[in-house]
Nanobody
Framework: QVQLVESGGGLVQAGESLRLSCAAS????????MDWYRQAPGKQRELVAT???????IYADSVKGRFSISRDNAKNTVYLQINSLKPEDTAVYYC??????????WGQGTQVTVSS
């Protein structure tokens, strides 16, 4: 049974930083592409960062320079470092796995709330 479990969200002040984690189990993690998405209230879910199995990273223009995605294959975990948080970063953040043999999986999400 494949599971993705996000953690690290919370209520923070604008300008602070957070590191989100997404731990995978039940599947070979190292060959998967991992994405972080976010969904703000009343808005569509948007892709913010991707890391491939070869650790190539891609970012949405709206988060370049503040967000950093990384992975630790030994821990089956992908991270999203968010710096200089803004109120508009408030959203539920989800990780998604795109596995070459097993398809796509989503985590349950972690709430990030940024107060001004």
């Amino acid at each position: 049974q494949v599971q993705l479990v996000e953690s690290g969200g919370g209520l923070v002040q604008a300008g602070e930083s957070l590191r989100l984690s997404c731990a995978a189990s039940g599947i070979i993690f190292s060959i998967a592409t991992m994405d972080w998405y976010r969904q703000a209230p009343g808005k569509q879910r948007e892709l913010v960062a991707t890391i491939t199995s070869g650790s190539r990273t891609i970012y949405a223009d709206s988060v370049k320079g503040r967000f950093s995605i990384s992975r630790d294959n030994a821990k089956n975990t992908v991270y999203l470092q968010i710096n200089s948080l803004k109120p508009e970063d408030t959203a539920v953040y989800y990780c998604k796995m795109s596995h070459p043999f097993s398809g796509n999986y989503w985590g349950q999400g972690t709430q990030v709330t940024v107060s001004s």
